[in-house]
T-cell receptor
């Protein structure tokens, strides 16, 4: 299995504070993705990257920014966290046409 | 407009019987379809996929059927086992679209012993 890790696994933060979630892969894959999962909404794409410094928006990108300065790391930043961003965040890589490999997720609570 | 829909939020099946999970899509540009399985507190894991040039794909107890004219796909699990109890997500993508997938809302399958 491709190595993909997310950190932190859990985080509680206050409204208005900045938060950065990290995704790290060890497989040198070009494409990386950030999804959020909410009850009743499945997984929705926030941002994705198709290479170092190459990123683009997904369907729910408002309030989020990303950076990819190295192939192995894809960072998701909430500039000023809001309660609506309480969610479980999943990072994914796409090693083959046979679907994504997902990380274990980060559960973020904004209070 | 939700492009991938799983209209049944939950399904309960007896062990040994068939589980059928359904998925509908609206975007005719989708040409690759996938099913993922998710246990609590874990990331989704890839289960099985099908290309739009096929109408069936099998992998052990799992079979996916695609009806392009109806824009409908289904996942059959035979026989169902208690370990299959999980949330199942249907996803769809377009070739040469940066690998982006659109997911349904998921169906929670419970297999009773």
């Amino acid at each position: 299995d491709a190595g993909i890790t997310q950190s932190p696994r859990h985080k509680v933060t206050e409204t208005g504070t900045p938060v950065t979630l990290r995704c790290h892969q060890t497989e040198n894959h070009r494409y990386m993705y950030w999804y959020r999962q909410d009850p009743g909404h499945g997984l929705r794409l926030i941002h994705y990257s198709y290479g170092v410094k190459d990123t683009d928006k997904g369907e729910v990108s408002d309030g989020y920014s990303v950076s990819r300065s190295k192939t192995e790391d894809f960072l998701l930043t909430l500039e000023s966290a809001t309660s609506s961003q309480t969610s479980v965040y999943f990072c994914a890589i796409s090693p083959s046409q046979d679907g994504y490999t997902f990380g274990s997720g980060t559960r973020l609570t904004v209070v | 407009d939700q492009q991938v829909k799983q209209n049944s939020p939950s399904l309960s099946v007896q062990e040994g019987r068939i589980s059928i999970l359904n998925c509908d899509y609206t975007n005719s540009m989708f040409d690759y379809f996938l099913w993922y399985k998710k246990y609590p507190a874990e990331g989704p894991t890839f289960l099985i996929s099908i290309s739009s040039i096929k109408d069936k794909n099998e992998d052990g107890r799992f079979t996916v059927f695609l009806n392009k004219s109806a824009k409908h796909l289904s996942l059959h699990i035979v026989p169902s086992q208690p370990g299959d109890s999980a949330v199942y997500f249907c996803a769809a993508s377009r070739t040469f679209n940066a690998g982006k997938s659109t997911f349904g809302d998921g169906t929670t399958l419970t297999v009773k012993p």
